[in-house]
């Protein structure tokens, strides 16, 4: 016989609680925990434990040296910057959660990639937010042909199972997975436990028939994807799509991907027909620049295999309070405050009573240590009033005690450089050594910081 029981769940962490609380002792998230209704059976737990023991027996121990290595099978979604971001196109039978602000175009992006992949496999679109006229409304504003797309309207799990054994689609997309509710789960749809089982029931359908999944996730305002941490643990690749829904272009990252590098980034440009993709990413990044603006560097850093032209903007001005403020926009904040500590320290300038803003434009953020250097002169020209000349790059890491330190892949970094008409860049001289000479565009080696600020504003 069946047995009610009430419990309180974390809509964040989904830790449970015999009692309501303000704040979940496990997590420590404010106004998350949330009355949850079970129904415990033991048949059902006996069913579990015998499907779990028949599949255990099916399968059998194998050494690792036994276990044939076969080649991961991709399919090209034909969007070049998609695939960039998957580590190469989709894999059969993976799971990928698409996760991002409302509005920022994750059902655009997928629509588009559906289109696309119909045009040559089966695809299944399920739409548990828009009906089915609302979503070729949708496709109709798109310049992909949609016509063999398959789409329906549906929000409950054994539906959607039933229509994917009927029809078999070779991929399926769940838009989005805070809206498909698993009928023997007795919270609303959006919950912990409705997330988490759906989420383990459209993996477990991905393995078993080898069918790619798409799942569309929302955000908190904290920009984590709503529901338990668990969610991203199950999935075998989470994407973000960030964005400015004041802006059009939109970037999509990997934050884990069990198939590919989770350091590539494809940017697009949201337009009245769709999404489209940026082939320049680095003369759109620095189209807007000024000429002779002080506390303004450009660094060549590299996105996975990708480099890119990035502007570094600093401004340093005198504080007026007891502490002075330090802000950061794109870089890790600890890392402004060690460069300047670099600064003050080798170079005697003074930052004790100033205030210190760095952004990089363009939305990017910026995690390698190669930016080190193009951050040290973009706060040396704003605290001097000098600016720096237009066509200089900078590369390189910056230590403690000042030195420049080589970085990887510097080729590269120098061939978009000289791709989008800089004339000069300064790199790390011990990076010299592993670069051929470059007719249009002049190498600087430094061996120190003090070295390339007297490069940076030589003759002004």
């Given at each position: 016989m069946a047995k009610k029981k009430t419990i309180y769940e974390c809509m964040a962490c989904g830790a449970t609680s015999p009692k309501w609380m303000g704040r979940c002792s496990h997590c420590g998230a404010w106004n998350q925990i949330e009355e949850v209704t079970q129904f415990q059976e033991a048949t059902k737990a006996k069913a579990k434990v015998s499907q779990y023991r028949n599949q255990s027996d099916s399968s059998e121990v194998l050494k690792l040296s036994e276990v044939t290595k076969e080649d991961v099978s991709r399919k090209s979604s034909r969007i070049k910057e998609f695939d960039r971001v998957l580590g190469g196109g989709i894999v059969d039978g993976s799971l990928v959660l698409i996760g991002g602000d409302p509005g920022i175009g994750k059902s655009t992006l997928l629509l588009q990639a559906s289109a696309k992949l119909s045009q040559q496999y089966k695809v299944l679109y399920i739409s548990g937010e828009e009906s089915v006229r609302q979503?070729?409304?949708?496709?109709?504003?798109?310049?992909?042909?949609?016509?063999?797309?398959?789409?329906h309207s549906e929000t409950n799990l054994d539906v959607i199972h039933d229509m994917v054994k009927k029809h078999k689609p070779d991929f399926l997309i769940v838009d989005s997975i805070q809206t498909v509710h698993h009928p023997e789960v007795e919270s609303a749809p959006g919950s912990v436990s409705q997330v988490r089982e759906c989420t383990h029931a459209l993996m477990t359908i991905a393995k078993t028939e080898g069918i790619a999944t798409f799942i569309v996730g929302h955000v908190t305002k904290e920009g984590q994807?709503?529901?338990?941490?668990?969610?991203?643990?199950?999935?075998?690749?989470?994407?973000?799509?960030?964005?400015?829904?004041?802006?059009?272009?939109?970037?999509?990252?990997?934050?884990?991907?069990?198939?590919?590098?989770?350091?590539?980034?494809?940017?697009?440009?949201?337009?009245?027909?769709?999404?489209?993709?940026?082939?320049?990413?680095?003369?759109?990044?620095?189209?807007?620049?000024?000429?002779?603006?002080?506390?303004?560097?450009?660094?060549?850093?590299?996105?996975?295999?990708?480099?890119?032209?990035?502007?570094?903007?600093?401004?340093?001005?005198?504080?007026?309070?007891?502490?002075?403020?330090?802000m950061a926009t794109g870089i890790d904040y600890n890392r402004l405050n060690l460069l300047m500590a670099v600064l003050e320290k080798k170079q005697g300038l003074l930052m004790q009573q100033q205030d210190a803003y760095l952004k990089v434009a363009g939305g990017v953020k910026l995690d390698e240590p190669a930016v080190d250097l193009s951050i040290i002169i973009a706060i040396a020209?704003?605290?001097?009033?000098?600016?720096?000349?237009?066509?200089?790059?900078?590369?390189?890491?910056?230590?403690?005690?000042?030195?420049?330190?080589?970085?990887?892949?510097?080729?590269?970094?120098?061939?978009?450089?000289?791709?989008?008409g800089f004339k000069r860049i300064i790199i790390p001289k011990h990076n010299m050594n592993e670069i051929e000479r470059f007719g249009e565009i002049e190498v600087l080696p430094v061996q120190n910081i003090s070295e390339a600020l007297k490069i940076a504003f030589e003759s002004q």
């Open positions: 979503t070729k409304l949708r496709a109709d504003r798109l310049t992909e042909d949609a016509s063999e797309l398959y789409v994807i709503a529901g338990p941490r668990m969610l991203e643990h199950m999935v075998d690749t989470v994407l973000y799509f960030e964005g400015d829904t004041h802006h059009s272009y939109r970037i999509l990252r990997a934050v884990k991907n069990r198939f590919g590098s989770t350091h590539e980034m494809g940017i697009f440009e949201m337009k009245q027909s769709g999404l489209t993709e940026v082939i320049n990413p680095s003369q759109m990044f620095l189209e807007e620049r000024g000429e002779h603006v002080e506390g303004s560097t450009v660094v060549a850093t590299m996105e996975g295999t990708r480099p890119l032209l990035v502007e570094v903007q600093a401004l340093i001005s005198p504080t007026t309070f007891h502490n002075p403020r330090r020209s704003s605290f001097k009033s000098k600016a720096t000349k237009p066509h200089d790059c900078y590369v390189g890491e910056v230590g403690l005690t000042g030195e420049v330190r080589r970085v990887a892949r510097i080729e590269q970094r120098i061939q978009e450089a000289l791709k989008l």
